[in-house]
């Protein structure tokens, strides 16, 4: 709301009337090292392949892989930046906001056979030539097709809420599912929810499979597109996603989906096929969780 050229109204006078303080007017945040993205992308090419990997070791990686030697405080600066945290059995496993209303998970003892019964949602870091931004997808949890996606350079919920709107533009599942992280329980996300009739579902903490297939997208992602390309800037990026989430959803074969693309198992109207090919992945990842025997 500042006008910077008004010749009637100072910066000065501006700020008074808005109660802002000049200084938040001529602050820019500084740019990040080259260094910092150039060891933000090891970790998370690294993180990709060993999603296990916390502060402590991923310090010992950095050290014999690459010869640099670093602290535990720099690379869980770096970490937590890129929005990473260990996949493993642990309390805390998601960056919450305490005042934020959490909820169960539901998915857990879900018996999920069809489309758009439940849709999962989760972010990950994506590397550029220079610089880094965040992406986000949603995706149908029975035949892995990623409704919606959008990027953004920082973790403000904004993004989020413009691939919610998106996915619910093309239908409404009767489950949204999600980890504690404080795009997913900002109040305008879940009050989007709600106001369409859909329940919440949320990983439970140290269930480090609640929310895999998510995880295992982004693996897919990474090593099929991300890790083969260097991006100039966030428009280039954009294009080469569209490209490759069509392929994805429309080209790709699935093994777990009975060798069938996402799109084609989305779409179809056979129950009984859709029960027969995707129940396998998801008894999977259900009988990881049970043999774990984690505290919800």
Known sequence: MIDKVNNKLSIRKQCDLLNVNRSRVYYKAASIAERDITMMNFIDEEFTA??????ERMVDVVRLEKGIVVNHKRIRRLMRKM????????????QSIIEHTKYPCLIRKMDITESDQVWCSDITYIRMAHGFMYLVAIMD????????????????????MDALDEALSVARPTVFHSDQGSQYTSSDFINELKARKIRVSMSGKGRCFDNILAERLWRTVKYEEIYLREYDDGHELIRS????????????????????????????????????????ALRKATELNETLQLTP
């Open 241 to 280: 996603l569209r490209q490759y989430f069509d392929y994805y959803n429309h080209r790709r074969p699935h093994k777990s989906l009975g060798r069938r693309t996402p799109a084609e198992l989305y779409q179809t109207s056979d129950q009984s096929l859709r029960s027969a090919s995707a129940t396998p």
């Open 83 to 94: 929005g990473l945290m260990a996949i493993y059995p642990k309390p805390r496993t998601t």
């Open 50 to 55: 060993h999603p296990f990997t916390g502060v």
């Open 141 to 160: 949890y029975f035949s892995r097709y990623v409704i919606s996606w959008s990027v953004s350079n920082s973790l403000e919920s904004l993004f989020c």
